[in-house]
């Protein structure tokens, strides 16, 4: 009899990920390709149909042997009909209706779920956050999002829109992120390090100043930015620190309003560890309610670069 596994898709602005488990949290088989969202959805949905078929036919499984698919993508997206609504990192992303199309496919289950949820599920579970009730994942990656447990369980909120933190805006101006200016995910979130980035590329270069991004030429990414701090260029280790502090402010907003045990981050400030963690616990402690503040420790995710492709294995299973 074939082994039953379940499928996983891990849905982000820069890349797509397809992962195959019989036993969570272990991943067995994974393949990925980029998103590349200027082309709209129909080239990933057709590479994430191809992918899939491509693995069970490598295992020699029928489609029969899949328990279950799980989407985990960025919001705004509908969860119960499996709709994409356009994410502000998947803009072209109007509508798509991913949950129908993967299930006419392939004949099974799909449940497509906020990837902020499904990582604060993942390390509820598997990672950082297990063993305590009330503990908030940020997803800290092209964007910006919360998923909340409160008393053990995933919070969703009335519309399945609880935990946009990215939303909330910290200044009149500065970068945008969730189609807001000056928001959180516009300070501390892989889009926003860009826009910051670029700028400050440009200064230095009409400066004359010889740093790493200054020199850079094409595409300047948050991970180039990360990647030149860590080999100590100043002006990136100095845009790392200072989202560090517009991080800390966002931390000190989920301190006061939901008192958790854990805040557990993944992505950038998991990548970048204290030199973006440091400020932003220094602010957090602060700007946050003391006592509030003395209860609730700040950690990078321990599911490491697999909190993604766990994630959406946990989607697969209904959360």
Request: net charge positive.
């Amino acid at each position: 009899m074939p082994a039953k596994v379940w499928i996983g898709v891990d849905i982000g602005g820069t890349k797509t990920a397809i992962v195959v488990s019989e036993r969570l949290p272990d991943v067995s088989e994974r393949l990925q390709f980029a998103t590349l969202p200027s082309k709209g959805p129909d080239r990933a949905l057709d590479l994430i149909g191809k992918g899939v078929g491509a693995i069970l036919r490598r295992r020699g499984l029928p489609t029969s042997a899949i328990r279950g698919m799980g989407i985990s993508c960025g919001g705004p997206l509908d969860r119960v009909r499996g709709i994409i609504q356009s994410p502000p990192n998947l803009a072209t992303w109007v509508d798509v209706p991913v949950k129908a199309i993967l299930e006419r496919q392939f004949g099974v289950r799909c449940n497509v779920e906020n990837d902020a949820n499904a990582g604060a599920v993942a390390e509820h579970r598997y990672g950082a956050g297990h063993g305590f009730d009330n503990m908030v994942f940020l997803t800290m990656g092209t964007g910006l999002g919360a998923g909340i447990i409160v008393d053990g369980r995933l919070y969703r909120g009335t519309d399945d829109l609880a935990g946009e933190i990215g939303h909330v805006r910290l200044t009149r101006g500065g970068p945008v992120g969730h189609n807001k200016r000056g928001s959180a995910e516009g300070w501390a979130s892989g889009g926003g390090i860009e826009q910051v980035a670029k700028r400050a590329a440009a200064d230095a270069r009409m400066r004359g100043c010889s740093t790493t991004l200054a020199a850079h030429r094409g595409t300047l990414t948050a991970r180039d930015v990360c990647a030149a701090a860590r080999r100590g260029d100043m002006v990136a280790m100095r845009i790392v620190r200072s989202t560090g502090k517009r991080l800390g402010q966002v931390l000190a907003i989920l301190v006061d309003i939901l008192n958790p045990e854990r805040i557990v981050i993944g992505g950038l400030a998991m990548r970048t560890g204290e030199m973006m963690l440091g400020p932003a616990r220094e602010v957090m402690a602060r700007e946050a309610l003391p006592a509030a503040a003395r209860s609730c420790q700040i950690v990078p995710a321990s599911l490491g670069e697999r909190i993604g492709d766990v994630a959406a294995l946990c989607v697969a299973m209904e959360l």
